[in-house]
């Protein structure tokens, strides 16, 4: 039986063989209906990644509340609190945010307190960066990053009836189950990074000259600006504010280097993974975040 913890409050969710068959087949049917509107291995790639990092997780949280809809009215409901959730697959999972089951989905043995999309988005983050850093980019690397990002659940998604191309295909053949690697990549650094990610021996095993940068932005002097802000109303708006500026840096980084790479965009802050101290423009990230 697999099971996961939310690490927020403990509760332990378990499922049964069929809970977590159905869940697996529900999130892939949405995964699958968003790649089914790209045509590009580009747009595959980009909508691949919006759905795990910004969609799945809206479908998913709040964990502990739903909403009821009875003809006009609608009310909250709350879902089970007990420290043992039992999930055998019999409920609706849900299409909308907050209507139905949140569609828990874990990452299994490898990390008991991580979501599968956690663990999908870390390995598509890393290998994204450390690609470009070896000068691949365009197609290549679009190919790959779909790859990352529909291989945990490949056979969902082709019981949904979504076609990946083949030249995806390939590359999941060659990283999951070993086979004849593609020319032209360094395929065993993506085993080393896909099997590193959730696995401490695996990780200390990659090798020491890897190295990618973290750039972290944040809106300076955000207290004093609080405190020193006469109305209740001018506070709301300046919050407003320092959230648009953050989504706004947010939305330039995953343009440019993908949605996956972002690590956090709320609040005041910024965090993200990129392959060297430069935009692809060649301008330092700390005055790009500043001009943008």
Not at 24 to 30: C, K, L, Q, T
Not at 226 to 255: C, H, K, M, Y
Request: glycine share 8%; hydrophobic share 45%; net charge negative.
């Amino acid at each position: 039986m697999t099971e996961w913890m939310d690490p927020l409050t403990g509760r332990r969710y378990r499922f049964t063989s069929e809970g977590l068959r159905k869940v697996r087949r529900h999130v892939a049917g949405r995964l699958a209906a968003e790649l089914a509107q790209a045509s590009t291995m580009h747009e595959k790639a980009e909508a691949a990644a919006r759905f795990w990092a910004e969609k799945y997780y809206g479908l998913v949280f709040p964990l502990g509340f739903t909403k009821v809809i009875r003809g006009e009215q609608v009310r909250g409901q709350v879902l089970s609190s007990a420290p043992v959730v039992e999930l055998d697959g019999s409920g609706e999972f849900r299409d909308e945010p907050l209507q139905g089951q949140p569609p828990i989905l874990p990452a299994g043995e490898e990390a008991r307190e991580a979501l599968l999309a956690d663990v999908t988005l870390v390995r598509a983050a890393l290998i994204n960066v450390l690609l470009r850093q070896r000068g691949i980019d365009g197609a290549r690397l679009d190919a790959v990053r779909l790859a990352c990002l529909t291989a945990p659940l490949v056979d969902e998604l082709s019981e949904a009836g979504l076609r990946l191309p083949e030249e995806v295909d390939d590359l999941i053949g060659s990283v999951l189950r070993k086979e004849q690697a593609p020319p032209n990549l360094d395929i065993s650094l993506l085993r080393a990074v896909w099997e590193a990610v959730g696995s401490a021996e695996a990780a200390r095993r990659l090798p020491e000259e890897l190295s990618l940068v973290v750039v972290i932005g944040a809106v300076q002097r955000v207290k004093q600006y609080v405190f020193d802000t006469p109305g209740l109303n001018e506070i709301r708006g300046g919050s407003e504010l320092l959230e648009q500026i953050t989504e706004r840096a947010g939305r330039a980084v995953a343009e440019e280097l993908g949605p996956e790479v972002v690590l956090r965009a709320a609040g005041s802050q910024v965090e993200f993974l990129a392959p060297s101290p430069q935009a692809l423009d060649g301008t330092e990230w700390v005055l790009r975040l500043r001009r943008d």
